[in-house]
């Protein structure tokens, strides 16, 4: 699964501290259009739909009462519009009561 399908969570376990991570995977090159930016912000308000409705708690029986940390994976550095977008993102995630984390591949960096 990939960035490119918005209504799915890409993959989803725990880390060594007990946090529920939903990891997005995301391959795609930034464009000047901002489509690449616009999909990861879809893609992000699924997560955090997923979240908030209860529904992990149907899928990810074992979530119940961690902290959740959504983490992506990109293959290309963001660009600046999407640094702009990720510290705001990460901002309005952590009001909710989450975390929004990034990386990037280390042959892309």
Known sequence: MTIEQTDVVD???SDNEGNVILAISDHLEWDVENEHLLMLQEKINI??????????????????????????????APNEIAKGFLAKA????????????????????
């Not at 990460?90 to 960096?109: P, R």
Request: hydrophobic content about 40%; aromatic content about 16%; overall charge negative.
């Open 47 to 76: 997560y955090l739909s997923f979240i908030e409705s209860g529904e992990i708690y149907d899928s990810y029986k074992s979530a119940k009462g961690k902290s959740f940390i959504i983490n992506i994976a990109f293959m290309h």
């Open 90 to 109: 990460k901002e309005l995630i952590n009001e909710a009561g989450f975390d929004l984390t990034w990386e990037v591949s280390e042959s892309n960096s």
């Open 11 to 13: 993959f989803m376990g």
